[in-house]
């Protein structure tokens, strides 16, 4: 036993219980600290992540190509004219598992009998697309898009009972054409659509490409080539390598991060907030640690004096007050993490449920169910934090620990 | 009582490192929290009322379910007696009726569908900030009728169009009865909110001609009112409750507060302050248990003097006293410094702000200034260290309870 626990550890170990009720309490600090700084992490990134899947689905996708013009235009004149060579492209520079899908999409005036508003015309190519985005499953009335559909079309349940109307009925599509011209047309409601967000069911009118490019007189040309990876994370290397085998041809290439700058900002600035806050808790808990740290050395004097008069070095002493500290911390940090992740586990199975918030999450643009993410770099860096700055802490009563002469302390009762 | 409070201070004082850094770690959390909160609430407002002023306005005057069907149908049928009504009303800094449908605008080049405002060119002026952004061209005149009218658009749109100051734009839409709404009028003046998605989804033209080409008679959909302070609002809005239940409409009239116009802000800014109290609870609880062992040892390292105390005739009930004395002492030196540092510190960048950096400009997109500046008002300043004092207390207290049981003999015994 002592040749793999030094007799240092051992005797630092039987120390800290020495006092078990001051131990415990400075522990559960640390517990209720590291349990804190994990779970709460975990809930702020979830929260996030909601967010980003949001904008991804909703049409997103991991990497969108467009024609150059297309993101601060985007109209029907900005169009890709070749699509195939993109689509080649895309065959050979993406890993395996991902999938893409072209549309046209247009902005639009949907009218009926009582009612117009604006929208966007989404054409889809409908097997490519259900591999790609949320509409594929979305549809929970009537039915989805066919290869056939010449004049089906999909809405958003918001919209359709904004318009008050239902399956079966007519919706008039209204847009500019190539050549200028308004183009209009009559579409059959065939599926009605439901959505995370009431704004995209309001938003996006789906009907086949095929139709969409008669309507338009588009031929083969469309407005977007939209890719989903296996892995959201590699976006940007993978737009970069596209952007490269397309040698900028006239297209803008960008990943879900460029596309949605608002969310870039926040996932930049969340690792720094995450940071931040497991400084305070630390802060917190700091306190505790050098009183009661402090509170252990100062009723040890006597012992302490004994020893520097019986010739350990100074050193020795701060390395076992350090140790000691260190030991109450590496136990705190151990439960406090199994805590935080078993809490985190928990709560995956339901996730945080925001429904009664609903317009309050849609303006923040926030998924209803928030599930925690816990990333090991957080789990490692909540436990790094800890132990190191509470080590550093610790230095004052330790350092203060070996200052005694031997004469004050065994003078001191 | 005095020699109790004289002890208490001694006592405090016997171990001043111990009680210097369980005051510090005190005012520490207050002083977080104070600042915290402080920003939460400033931030809150500056949210609040920079959205309202935009466009929406502190209130809104509509006819029931216009907010959620957008129907064009569903109108005030004269916006005269409710203008009266609000004359009438303190604390109503100005009013502006509007009218609105959906349209496709087009250009020579371009075509885009858009929501078609009808505004009143001079009070429209006092509740939004539309004259104030105009960059190019003209605002309305505020005589303008149908001769000189003209249409306002955002710079994003003005692109999108491809038009410049008087170029013609073609407005087609459909009218209140159902009729076709069709209008040419040239581009008058050009603005730019700094919101993207306002910028290109909105054109505005006089409320007259508006009305005349919608063929909506002297009706409107809005009655937007902007209030001298966000805390009239619910006063202005149980003072309209009669004066619009006594006007004679289709559907009824409604009052509507920005946040029923805008749910999501409201609720937003719950989600908000719910998220900072499981926050600030948390972190309280740490310090709590991180100063429970000053308040530990102030018993069981005195165990012996206890029970000399109590072997010459002190009451267990005096000696509990006796404790929490000490530590409510302890406990509000922190508290009270604590509060003090905050404010100091919260009104500091009151007075500088704290800017956002790079950030700012995409923020400003959902109306969020460059600067946010924490606003103290009581209750930022009170309710988080009302929050530390009493977890504090509850901290202190559970091992002063254990007193009661002290017997001196045993107690004595204990060196």
């Known amino acids: ?413 | 009582m005095t020699i109790d409070i004289k002890m208490a201070w001694r006592n405090i004082w016997r171990h001043p490192r111990r009680t210097i850094l369980t005051v510090t770690a005190i005012a520490f959390a207050c002083i977080l929290l104070v600042f915290m909160l402080s920003f939460q609430f400033g931030s809150y407002d500056t949210m609040i009322n920079s959205s309202v002023k935009i466009h929406t306005g502190h209130l809104q005057i509509q006819a029931e379910g216009y907010r959620d069907r957008k129907n064009i149908r569903y109108v005030i049928p004269d916006p005269a007696p409710v203008e009266r009504a609000l004359a009438d009303i303190p604390g109503v800094q100005a009013y502006s009726p509007r009218a609105r449908a959906f349209a496709l605008v087009s250009s020579e080049q371009r075509s885009y569908g858009v929501m078609v405002e009808g505004v009143a060119p001079e009070s429209e002026a006092r509740v939004s900030t539309l004259e104030a952004i105009v960059d190019r061209g003209q605002y309305f005149d505020t005589t303008d009728d149908g001769d000189r009218a003209g249409v306002l658009l955002g710079e994003l749109l003005a692109q999108n169009l491809k038009v410049d100051i008087g170029d013609e734009l073609t407005i087609l839409g459909q009218g209140r009865d159902g009729s076709i709404a069709a209008t040419v009028l040239p581009v008058r003046g050009i603005y730019d909110s700094g919101m993207d998605e306002f910028d290109r989804s909105a054109i505005q033209i006089p409320l007259p001609t508006f009305q005349s080409v919608f063929n909506m008679g002297p009706a409107v959909h809005e009655l937007v009112v902007v209030a001298d302070r966000l805390s009239d609002v619910p006063r202005i809005r149980s003072a309209l409750q009669t004066p619009l239940n006594n006007i004679d409409a289709d559907r009824p009239l409604k009052a509507l507060g920005w946040d029923e116009l805008m749910p999501g802000l409201r609720q937003a800014i719950n989600m908000d302050l719910v998220s900072g109290a499981v926050f600030y609870l948390i972190l309280i609880m740490v310090v709590a248990f991180s100063i429970l062992n000053t308040f530990l040892m102030a018993i069981f390292e005195r165990t012996r003097e206890f029970g000399i105390m109590m072997a010459i005739g002190t009451r267990p009930g005096r000696l509990m006293r006796l404790v929490l004395v000490e530590s409510i002492g302890m406990t509000l030196i922190g508290v009270v410094a604590g509060i003090a540092a905050g404010c100091l510190l919260t009104l500091y960048f009151a007075h500088t702000g704290i800017g956002l950096g790079e950030s700012s400009e995409l923020l400003s997109q959902f109306g969020i200034p460059g600067r946010l500046y924490p606003q103290l008002s009581l209750l930022s300043a009170t309710a988080g260290p009302a929050a530390v004092l009493v977890i504090t207390l509850l901290a202190a207290g559970y091992p002063a309870l254990k007193l009661r049981r002290l017997r001196p003999v045993e107690a004595m015994r204990r060196s």
């Not at chain 1, 949001?54 to 969108?64: A, E, V």
């Not at chain 1, 467009?66 to 900005?78: A, G, K, L, T, V």
């Not at chain 1, 041809?249 to 720094?272: I, K, N």
Request: net charge negative; glycine share 8%; with cysteine.
């Open chain 1, 1 to 413: 036993m002592s040749a793999v626990v030094s007799m240092d550890m051992q005797i630092a170990w039987r120390n800290v219980w020495r006092n078990p009720r001051r131990t415990l309490t400075i522990m559960t600090a640390v517990i209720i600290g590291v349990w804190s700084m994990i779970f709460l992490g975990a809930l702020m990134r979830g929260m996030l992540d909601g967010m980003v899947e949001n904008g991804i689905s909703t049409l997103t996708g991991h990497i969108q190509i467009h024609d150059q013009d297309y993101p601060d235009d985007p109209s029907i004149d900005h169009r890709i004219d070749n699509p195939q060579q993109v689509t080649d492209i895309l065959q050979r520079t993406l890993p395996a598992g991902s999938h893409w899908t072209s549309r046209l999409r247009v902005s639009a005036v949907a009218n009926n009998a009582r009612h117009s508003t604006g929208v966007t015309l989404v054409g889809i190519d409908p097997e490519s697309e259900a591999r790609v985005s949320f509409i594929g499953d979305a549809v929970s009335e009537g039915r989805y898009l066919r290869d056939d559909d010449t004049n089906a079309i999909v809405i958003g349940r918001a919209l359709a009972e904004q318009f008050e109307t239902g399956l079966g009925y007519k919706l008039i599509v209204m847009s500019q054409d190539t050549s200028g011209e308004i183009a209009s047309r009559a579409f059959r409601i065939r599926g009605i659509f439901q959505a995370e967000m009431e704004s995209t069911e309001k938003n996006f009118i789906f009907v086949h490409r095929d139709a969409a490019s008669t309507m338009l007189g588009t031929g083969n040309a469309v407005s977007e080539i939209v890719a989903l990876l296996p892995d959201y994370n590699r976006a940007r290397a993978m737009t970069r390598e596209v952007e490269q085998a397309l040698d900028n041809d006239g297209l803008s290439v960008r990943s879900w991060r460029e596309a949605l700058p608002l969310l870039e900002v926040y996932l930049d600035m969340q690792d720094t907030y995450i940071l931040i806050w497991f400084v305070i808790v630390f802060i917190a808990m700091a306190f505790g640690i050098v009183n009661t740290t402090l509170m252990a050395v100062f009723e040890r004097m006597h012992e302490f004096g004994l020893l520097k008069a019986l010739g350990m070095r100074p050193r020795r002493i701060v390395k076992g007050i350090l140790a000691e500290a260190s030991l109450i911390l590496l136990c705190g940090i151990v439960v406090g993490t199994l805590i935080g992740l078993l809490s985190c586990w928990l709560l995956s199975f339901h996730g945080i449920d925001l429904s009664s918030l609903a317009e309050g999450v849609e303006y923040a643009g926030m998924s209803r169910i928030i599930y925690p993410d816990v990333e090991s770099r957080d789990v490692f860096g909540a436990g790094a934090v800890v132990l190191l700055l509470g080590l550093l802490v610790s230095l004052y009563p330790a350092v203060k620990a070996a200052r005694f002469t031997p004469v004050e302390a065994m003078t001191r009762i």
